[in-house]
């Protein structure tokens, strides 16, 4: 167990590095970020911020040596970054930023635990994007197989024709076939060092230009019916990446029930309303999990909760929020507004 006063070190430091150095400060530790330059915001909340490369060796080391133990905040946290950390100090294993970074393994690994996904096909020319298309039939969506997020390196394929016509990116990709589904929801769990699981609630979800636009309670149907087998896979993938911390998979409900979509080894947007709506939100138990320290109570506190990003330029606007009751505020304290940026969410409850 990490004692009071301890040093938890964030690879990463954007919104969900600075909530989750809020909850840290709250248990008494302090915490240190690291990421390269940018507006590392999660150091306004943290003791210090290393604004290093990921391959900076040095500040790697000298960051390690002062944390007693590390976690992350980003998925795209090269692995060779979260291997250079000691492997008893770091939570999760770097294996699941393994897993999860590149979109045709996290596919054949949940598939390999009886996960479904949507149909998909490795694309690494042209001729394979036509086969895909000629196969899977269109519309569908090409997928870089890295580093893609908030719909960034995703094309959507409405005909033969269009991918004929696309200007291929030059690195791997994934060609998905489209899925009609009815609602989209998410599974967040937390997993203990000592292999406790518990799961929040599952919110509806809904995106807007492939970025989350709100997550909401009570999620009704069909995401109620559908739960209990995506919270098995869950916790399937969690066992066996010997998982500790925060671990979200993203689903699509539809009439043939739960389709995969993709997982995040970290905190995630759609559980930004446990901060108010849960007994422990996904922050805290995250540093209690990484901390050894036993789990928090993840059961919903109000009848209706619904979270609301903060888009752009909207954030200047955002503090009027605050005059509809039960609602908070959170702004990340970004000093770039840009479009399509994830400034900001608002929750309100209904108790
Ligand atoms: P992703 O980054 O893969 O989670 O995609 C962002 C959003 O795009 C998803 O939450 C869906 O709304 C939509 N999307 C992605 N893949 C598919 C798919 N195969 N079929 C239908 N919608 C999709």
Redesign the pocket.
């Known amino acids: 167990m990490l004692k009071r006063g301890g040093t938890i070190g964030i690879l990463g430091a954007g919104q969900l590095g600075r909530m989750m150095a809020m909850s840290a400060a709250q248990l008494g530790y302090r915490c240190i970020a690291y990421a390269p330059e940018g507006d590392n915001v999660a150091g306004q909340a943290s003791d210090d911020l290393f604004a290093n490369k990921w391959d900076d060796t040095a500040a790697l080391a000298a960051f390690a040596a002062q944390c007693d133990v590390v976690t992350w905040e980003f998925e795209n946290v090269p692995v060779a970054t979260a291997g250079a950390m000691p492997e008893e100090r770091i939570f999760p294993h770097p294996r699941a930023l393994e897993t999860a970074q590149d979109r045709l393994n996290e596919k054949r690994f949940v598939e390999g635990l009886g996960g479904r996904p949507?149909a998909y096909a490795r694309v690494d020319s042209r001729a394979d994007l036509e086969a895909a298309v000629d196969r899977l039939g269109a519309p569908?969506?090409l997928?870089t197989r890295r580093d893609?997020?908030?719909?960034k390196g995703?094309w959507r394929i409405g005909s033969d024709r269009e991918a004929q016509g696309l200007h291929l990116p030059e690195m791997p990709l994934i060609y998905?076939?489209?899925?009609e589904?009815e609602a989209?929801f998410s599974v967040i769990l937390v997993r203990g060092r000592d292999g406790e699981i518990r799961f929040w609630d599952s919110t509806r979800?809904t995106?807007e230009d492939?970025i989350l636009a709100t997550s909401s309670l009570p999620a009704g149907e069909p995401i109620e019916a559908q739960v209990g087998e995506a919270r098995e896979l869950a916790r399937q993938v969690a066992d066996a990446l010997k998982y500790v911390g925060v671990l979200t998979l993203?689903f699509?409900a539809t009439r043939e029930g739960p389709i995969f979509?993709?997982m995040a080894p970290r905190v995630h947007n759609s559980g930004h309303w446990t901060i108010e709506g849960a007994v422990t939100s996904q922050f805290e138990n995250h540093i209690r999990a990484v901390a050894g320290l036993p789990l928090g109570d993840t059961a919903t506190v109000a009848r209706a909760v619904s979270m609301t990003n903060i888009i752009g330029k909207d954030i200047e606007r955002a503090q009027q929020h605050l005059k509809a009751p039960d609602t908070h505020l959170h702004d990340y304290g970004k000093a770039k507004v840009r479009e399509g940026r994830k400034m900001g969410h608002v929750t309100r409850l209904e108790r």
């Open positions: 949507a569908g969506i997928k893609g997020y908030d719909g995703q998905e076939g489209f899925v589904f989209e979800n995106h492939g993203e699509f979509n993709e």
